[in-house]
């Protein structure tokens, strides 16, 4: 079984500042995991992936998380935050290729001028 | 590509209507779709995973007589909403995984159902 644990309902960052939102997962066996971005009323488009190849991976739009095994994170990052960057954020995990996704609750990013 | 439609994007029905929405992959195959619901503020729920030409699997708590899915094809999944109820107003969210190559589901937009 899989779960993710986001820290942090509401995330607020100056722009330009340092984009950090937190994702924990518990996964009973090696993990896929993946950060989903959702706009107002759409569907949610892939940010980046991590399927057990390089630790550090980096994504769309300026984005990149790491794969910490020993921390069970996968944390997103972003070093300079953009206005448009606005929006929820979702880390999912799951157990194999094409396996159902579990969510977590998901960060809401606001950006402030 | 990795294309996803939905069809229709929002839907308003009377209170003990059926309503259907549709799932397309667009420019490749899915060996299996899934169905999820999103309320105001929240996360994803799946409701459901439909692979082509057999039955749905549903997760617990979702009434399966309630919620129909048909996956007629490998580019279509269908969800029909039965005797809809203001209860069932959410938002509706499909996503397909390609038969080759990809780890990851494909989203579509999303169909914004209400039920008055």
């Known amino acids: 079984a899989q779960s993710v644990t986001q820290l942090g309902s509401h995330v607020s960052v100056s722009e330009g500042a340092l984009v950090l939102l937190r994702c924990n997962y518990s996964?009973?066996?090696?993990?896929?995991l993946f950060w989903y971005v959702q706009y107002p009323n759409q569907g949610l488009q892939l940010l980046l992936k991590?399927?057990?190849?390089?630790?550090l991976v980096k994504g769309i739009n300026g984005f990149e998380a790491e794969f910490k095994k020993s921390e069970t994170s996968f944390h997103l990052t972003k070093p300079s935050a953009h206005m448009s960057d606005a929006a929820e954020y979702f880390c999912?995990?799951?157990?194999?290729?094409?396996?159902?996704?579990?969510f977590g609750t998901g960060t809401r990013l606001a950006v402030r001028p | 590509g990795a294309v996803v439609s939905q069809h229709p994007s929002w839907v308003i029905c009377k209170s003990g209507t059926s309503v259907k929405i549709e799932c397309r992959s667009l420019?490749?195959?899915?060996?299996?779709m899934f169905w999820y619901r999103q309320f105001p503020k929240q996360s994803l729920m799946l409701m459901a995973t439909?692979?082509?030409?057999?039955?749905?699997?549903?997760e617990q708590g979702v009434e399966k007589d309630k919620f129909l899915i048909n996956h007629a094809s490998l580019t279509l999944s269908t969800l029909t909403v039965t005797s809809a109820h203001p209860e069932d107003s959410s938002f509706y969210i499909c996503?397909?995984?390609?038969?080759?190559?990809?780890?990851?589901?494909?989203f579509g937009p999303g169909t914004r159902l209400t039920v008055t």
């Open positions: 996503s397909a995984h390609p038969i080759a190559g990809a780890y990851e589901q494909y």
């Open positions: 996964s009973s066996v090696p993990p896929y």
């Open positions: 991590y399927t057990s190849a390089a630790t």
């Open positions: 999912a995990v799951s157990g194999s290729s094409g396996d159902k996704l579990t």
């Open positions: 420019d490749f195959q899915a060996t299996t």
């Open positions: 439909s692979n082509e030409g057999s039955k749905a699997t549903y």
